[in-house]
């Protein structure tokens, strides 16, 4: 009867000692739970014990699709996978699978949040094009400068009328002084033709 008592005294202290050997996670990049604001470049898991290179992780979006991530790489009591894209803006789970120092599979999950600023700067650019439209109004101004010197080509047609009225006042005075010339010659001859006879 001792001896049974003693089987289970035994026991009892074994099973919490193989329990306690049992791999757990301990810390995890992003962390559980966390709010992240840059999509992470790979996901780190560490856990309490030693890990065999078997074990494995992987990535879910919220619609339970799985996002690509390079195999895991197991170094002693961690493991990590790089992210193959820029994750947007969403939660996320990761599931992993590990074989622990004591050769049991381990399973598990965690969750985190993706929350990416959006960009403010890029609407700003599109109000550049606005400055662009400024010089298009410009050159309408420039024409009517172009139609003021029309107004200035009609003083040309006055001088030009002045210039053949001035050259037909001359003709007439040089014929005038001609004639007049002519008749005083004509009345010296008949003087002269006179007082000869």
Known sequence: MKKILLLLLA?????????????????AVPEKDSTVAVSPQSIVLSY??????LSNLKLF????????????????????A???????SG????????????????????????????????????????ATSAPTT?????PSATDSP???????????????SGNNGGNGMTTAVIVIGAIIVIAAVVLLARRRK
């Open 138 to 142: 410009a050159p309408t101004t420039e």
């Open 11 to 27: 026991a009892l202290w074994l099973v919490p000692g193989v329990a306690s050997a049992h791999s757990k996670l301990e810390t």
């Open 48 to 53: 309490n014990t030693k890990i065999e290179d």
């Open 150 to 164: 029309s107004e200035t080509a009609e003083p040309d047609t006055g001088a030009g009328y002045e210039d053949d």
């Open 82 to 88: 790089a992210v193959q894209s820029e994750l947007p």
């Open 61 to 80: 979006n919220a619609a339970g699709e799985q996002i690509a991530t390079d195999k895991a790489v197991v170094d002693d009591k961690s493991m990590s």
């Open 91 to 130: 939660i996320y789970t990761v599931k992993w699978t590990i074989i622990g120092a004591d050769g049991h599979a381990v399973e598990g999950e965690y969750a985190f949040t993706v929350q990416a600023a959006e960009p403010t700067v890029a609407p700003v650019a599109t109000d550049t094009p606005a």
